[in-house]
């Protein structure tokens, strides 16, 4: 959630391609200003400015991992409980949110 892949580090990008290669799905929440896709659009929506945030959260698994300060700590917690909730946030916002064209 709340992803901006124009200002994603050349290491995001090699990490994110090396979890594709082996299978991993990406789904993104965007800020309806942002018009860069670096991966097909249908893995995208988008949320109205004032609900978007930069401090990106990634749920995996039974883990949630949130970037704060714009990427200058990150929080992982193990929590199965935890990242279902996150994931069913995020699948919320995803039926929500504006599909990109």
């Not at 580090?9 to 994110?16: A, C, F, I, K, L």
């Not at 930069?54 to 199965?80: E, M, P």
């Amino acid at each position: 959630m709340f992803a901006d892949n124009k200002v994603s580090p050349p290491e995001v990008v090699e990490v994110q391609k090396r979890l594709r290669d082996a299978g991993a799905k990406f789904r993104f929440i965007v800020d309806e200003g942002n018009d860069f896709y670096r991966y097909p659009k249908k893995e995208y929506r988008k949320v109205a400015k004032n609900f978007f945030n930069h401090d990106v959260i990634v749920i995996f698994s039974d883990h949630v991992a949130t970037l704060i300060d714009k990427g200058a700590q990150i929080l992982i917690v193990h929590n199965a409980s935890l990242a279902e909730t996150n994931r069913r946030i995020f699948n919320f916002i995803w039926a929500h949110g504006k599909e990109v064209i």
